[in-house]
């Protein structure tokens, strides 16, 4: 499932289609292209799933001696007291969309910023 965040001063939408389902992705390109006429930039945020559940699993994390031979169970394997200090991976910056994609997960639409 995709989502189309439009940012806007009138107040702020979301349009969400199935990538499976053809109106519904004519539907957003049509928006999409409307948007992007109006000079609106379009930007990817790629969501890292790893990092989600990166601290939950090293917390399950077992660890095993040099020159270990044995099974799980035995003293050769053992779970650290302290919690690692391990930084999960930094999230990807949003990128420049400048063609809709239906495949996108998540596309924030925010019109161009004007001086003044």
């Known amino acids: 499932m995709g989502t189309l ?3 806007s001063t009138e ?3 979301k349009i969400s289609w199935d990538p499976n389902n053809p109106d519904e992705v004519e539907a957003v ?3 999409f292209n409307t ?3 109006k000079g609106y930039l379009f930007f990817n945020l790629k ?5 989600a559940d990166f601290q939950s699993e090293l917390g399950k ?3 095993v001696k040099e020159g ?3 099974t799980p169970e035995s003293p050769d394997f053992f779970t650290p007291k302290d919690e690692p ?3 999960p991976p930094k999230e990807p910056k949003p990128e420049l969309v400048k063609e809709f994609d239906p495949k996108a997960q998540e596309l924030v639409a925010t019109p161009l910023p004007r001086g003044g």
Do not use: M, P, W
């Open 5 to 7: 965040s439009v940012l």
């Open 47 to 51: 969501t890292n799933e790893r990092s």
């Open 61 to 63: 994390a077992r660890f």
């Open 35 to 37: 948007l992007k006429e």
């Open 11 to 13: 107040g702020d939408i």
């Open 29 to 31: 390109r049509a928006q």
């Open 68 to 70: 270990a031979t044995g």
């Open 85 to 87: 200090k391990v930084e």
